[in-house]
């Protein structure tokens, strides 16, 4: 079965540095999305992207987070200049243009932010 | 707008016993429902997905979970829990249209008792 992968599965950084986690989705898929999850809460929606722009975005997503789609396969997440309350599990997932029956979520990214 | 109960933050039962895992959703549209599974620092496994087809969906390693519109629920259900089982779910809504996001409950830790 297809898969959405992300890399790395776990990432060290200093606080005030900027890092990218890195999501390839899958092929046929046109909506991408980010979520976190910060340890013990639950899973939280960051944004959507769709037609190469942000298509929605929640308020956790503020101005040191952005998403590009650099060439036809990644889909990235930076984070400018890291806090240390950006500790967290991310979650790239992906779907295609109908439907909901192709969501699917990658193993996510551990952000520890030092 | 859409949300997602799950009304047991823990649920413990005895190796062998089964399993059951509730959720309620709200949606103002017909929703499209999931459970996912997280084991300790891992990422998030996709259990089943409910997408308007049969009302009872089966997903894998032996977990069901049936469609109620009438209750609004969509509860998880295993008939013979294994010490494997040991993680925390989460329920996942989405309506259709728009943009898709889905919205995750607080999640549920399963502990299975040898």
């Given amino acids: 079965e297809p898969e959405v992968t992300q890399t790395p599965s776990h990432q060290v950084t200093q606080m005030g540095q900027e890092v990218i986690l890195r999501c390839v989705p899958i092929s046929n898929h046109l909506y991408f999305y980010w979520y976190r999850q910060i340890l013990g809460q639950k899973v939280e929606f960051l944004v959507s992207f769709y037609n190469n722009e942000i298509s929605e975005k929640s308020e956790i997503f503020d101005d040191q987070f952005s998403v590009e789609r650099p060439d036809g396969s990644n889909f990235t997440l930076k984070i400018r200049s890291t806090k240390l309350e950006d500790s967290a599990m991310y979650f790239c997932a992906s779907r295609p243009v109908t439907g909901l029956y192709g969501y699917t979520f990658g193993s996510g990214t551990r952000l520890t932010v030092v | ?114």
């Fill in chain 2, 1 to 114: 707008a859409q949300s997602v109960t799950q009304l047991d933050s823990h649920v413990s039962v005895s190796e062998g016993t089964p399993v059951l895992l509730r959720c309620n959703y709200s949606s103002s549209y017909s929703p499209s429902l999931f459970w996912y599974v997280q084991h300790p620092n891992k990422g998030l496994q996709l259990l089943l997905k409910y997408t308007s087809a049969a009302t009872l969906v089966k997903g894998i390693n032996g977990f069901e979970a049936e469609f109620k519109k009438s209750e609004t629920s969509f509860h998880l259900t295993k008939p013979s829990a294994h010490m494997s089982d040991a993680a925390e779910y989460f329920c996942v809504v989405s309506a259709s249209g728009g943009y898709q996001k889905v919205t995750f409950g607080t999640g549920t830790k399963l502990q299975v008792i040898p």
